[in-house]
T-cell receptor, first 112, second 112 residues
Framework: QQQVKQSPQSLIVQKGGISIINCAYE??????FPWYQQFPGKGPALLIA?????SEKKEGRFTISFNKSAKQFSLHIMDSQPGDSATYFC???????????FGKGTSLLVTP | EADIYQTPRYLVIGTGKKITLECSQT?????MYWYQQDPGMELHLIHY???????EKGDLSSESTVSRIRTEHFPLTLESARPSHTSQYLC???????????FGPGTRLTVT
């Protein structure tokens, strides 16, 4: 059973545009929601993460919006650049320090 | 950049062979994980360990086994490789007081 559902599967955005990736979860006990970025031939790397006690977290061009009542969270990439082209995974974990449940990933292509 | 290493990076072997995928980290992390990543990108947890002499199976059924004799080392073994084992295998580690998982570069395994 997929614990974290991610959409869209793929996304094409023009340079300078906003990329938006959405995730939904079922388990209300999840308390840690990271986003990972993966480039071809590399392992995933943590991009940004949020805890459920805040509704938004911003780091540079990357923002997580979190809606606890809807059990949804999303990643916004402002001013998208070709270098942002990668696969993005949302995830959630129980008690913060345990195994991550990943979404299926979104392949982002930013065109020049 | 995190100090977590995987060898080999690429491996092509015949059916029935025994193989061991190596994973080492130099950060002194207690928690380590193995994920299997499909060509379609999704990551599945196959094994995890919360410390020396502690190993557990993950959500995805796997015919592989793991051991954790030393903190820094978490090898994964396939006793008899099959074509269905063809995949990318990612190792990750996590500190005791940290939420972040650090991933290695992965081993791409092809069983012919």
């Amino acid at each position: 059973q997929q614990q974290v559902k991610q959409s869209p599967q793929s996304l094409i955005v023009q340079k300078g545009g906003i990329s938006i990736i959405n995730c939904a979860y079922e388990n209300t006990a999840f308390d840690y929601f990271p986003w990972y970025q993966q480039f071809p031939g590399k392992g995933p790397a943590l991009l940004i993460a949020i805890r459920p006690d805040v509704s938004e977290k911003k780091e540079g061009r990357f923002t997580i919006s979190f809606n606890k009542s809807a059990k949804q969270f999303s990643l916004h990439i402002m001013d998208s650049q070709p270098g942002d082209s990668a696969t993005y995974f949302c995830a959630a974990s129980l008690n913060s320090g345990y195994a991550l449940n990943f979404g299926k990933g979104t392949s982002l292509l930013v065109t020049p | 950049e995190a100090d977590i290493y995987q060898t080999p990076r690429y491996l092509v072997i015949g059916t029935g062979k025994k193989i061991t995928l190596e994973c080492s980290q130099t950060m002194g992390h207690d928690k380590m994980y193995w994920y299997q990543q499909d060509p379609g990108m999704e990551l599945h947890l196959i094994h995890y360990s919360y410390g020396v002499n502690s190993t557990e199976k993950g959500d995805l059924s796997s015919e592989s086994t793991v051991s954790r004799i030393r903190t820094e080392h978490f090898p994964l073994t396939l006793e008899s490789a099959r074509p269905s084992h063809t995949s990318q295998y990612l190792c990750a580690s996590q500190g005791q007081r940290s939420y972040e998982q650090y991933f290695g570069p992965g081993t791409r395994l092809t069983v012919t």
